[in-house]
């Protein structure tokens, strides 16, 4: 399922390196602190927030979402698209690498979060996000013996070994 680009370009900058149960706090705080309110028969949800609403924001409103360090790169981000100077839609239109670049100048968005947004936002199916635990399992897997292995190496193997459906190996 797709998700929307700024949501999962959002969620990814905010998730680096956390545990799923603290990107879950991180996104209900970030809904019930900027999003707009939504009954649902007799409860109350909250929309994942604008980039506009988030952009008129500060760093430290955003700290109190639990981001960290990270809320430097989402107000950032968020910025960039409010004022319109990045287009997402337009994006899509670009080569997986083009896209893979465009992302990565987005601030504390690297290889990985490019990545995941190029797997569930563009439907991306080449994308292979390479996070510590998938490095690992590549490892043992498919580099035993391996001394000299880098992320050029590896995604290099992941793109030829997986092809058009590294995204799906890389969930699996």
Not at 111 to 131: G, Q, S, T, W
Not at 138 to 157: D, M, S, V
């Amino acid at each position: 399922i797709r998700q929307p680009k700024w949501e999962c370009l959002a969620t990814f900058i905010c998730s680096s390196m956390k545990q799923v149960a603290h990107i879950r706090l991180i996104s209900l705080a970030l809904r019930e602190r900027f999003g707009e309110p939504r009954a649902i028969g007799d409860r109350v949800v909250h929309t994942f927030p604008t980039p506009e609403r988030l952009g008129e924001s500060s760093e430290s409103e955003l700290r109190k979402c639990a981001l960290g360090y990270r809320a430097k790169s989402l107000l950032g981000t968020a910025r960039l698209i409010a004022t319109g100077d990045v287009d997402l839609e337009q994006m899509t239109s670009l080569s997986d690498p083009d896209l893979r670049v465009k992302l990565c100048q987005f601030p504390g968005v690297g290889a990985k979060v490019a990545n995941c947004v190029m797997l569930f936002a563009y439907e991306r199916l080449r994308a292979f996000p390479i996070d510590v635990w998938i490095e690992r399992v590549l490892r043992e897997t498919y580099f035993p013996r391996a001394r000299k292995l880098n992320g050029a190496r590896l995604k290099a193997f992941t793109d030829k070994y997986f092809g058009e459906h590294g995204g799906y190996a890389q969930q699996y």
